[in-house]
């Protein structure tokens, strides 16, 4: 069984090469960038605007090969790939939690921008922290790399 | 451009029919389900069990058409669908929270399960809160429905 989907637009953010991006939207290094959504989903945007946060949803486009473990960024031991955020999954879908600054008229100006230039966006979604609310986070492999988080940046390894 | 992705398993849930559903993972009606990964992508959930909440990524199967505005079930005006949770998105991708009770081979027990049973399933992510801190959060035209997030069910307007 296939699931077909098309994108709504385009995220443009200030990373051209997988090389010294962010590795997520906390980083220090991430960045602003914009979203252009097609004119055809514009109606798709109305009252967006009073979210200040919004996850997007988009195709991890330059990964060609997916891969079951991986050795992430902030660790040297290998995980199963649905314990990491690297982008070369089975199905290919980044997800980001991003800072919504402005909206003008199809375009969305954002902030915590972690995506490659030129990705095509699947989909845009409210973040509301109170659909979200979790008690006693246990965050496995990743509680000893804390510290490494926010400024720990991409490399080649998941071209 | 399209973009093909396939399941890489099945949501199990209590919820065999879109009327009295609950309409996200922190309501009082979610509950308890099981996620049956295909065996071929059993490697890629070494360490999962380290988290105790992780997001899955799905497809709303049972949409057949999108709007791009919409009357969600905790407001009683149209918002863009961009700016809501609702299903018909003109690509149907669904995002829940949950809690990993226990993973079982290739099953993930979880809890706060609020997806239609035998959904396919397209991708699985740890949650780390660390990734997405996010201070002054507003949550647009949701805010004045805040006392009702929790209690209100699904009806089959979004079939």
Redesign the interface.
Known sequence: ????????GIIHSPFTSLEGMPI???SDASGPGFIE?FPE?S?????????????I?Y?FHMVKSSR??VTPFLDDA????????APS???P?G?S?V?LVRLESNTLHVNRVDVLDNT?L?????????????A????????KA?SR?NVRKSDDRFK
């Not at 069984?1 to 709504?8: A, G, L, S, T, Y």
């Not at 109606?43 to 946060?53: A, V």
């Not at 699947?122 to 609310?133: A, R």
């Open positions: 069984m296939e699931v077909i989907f098309r994108p709504i997520q939207p906390s959504v989903f109606d798709g945007l109305k009252d967006l605007e009073g979210f200040s946060h919004i996850y949803l195709h079951l473990t290998p995980h199963g790939i649905f314990a990491t955020r999954r089975p199905n879908i997800l939690l800072e095509p699947l989909d845009i979604k409210p973040y509301v922290p109170q659909f979200e609310e979790s006693n986070v246990r965050i496995g492999w990743l509680e804390k988080m």
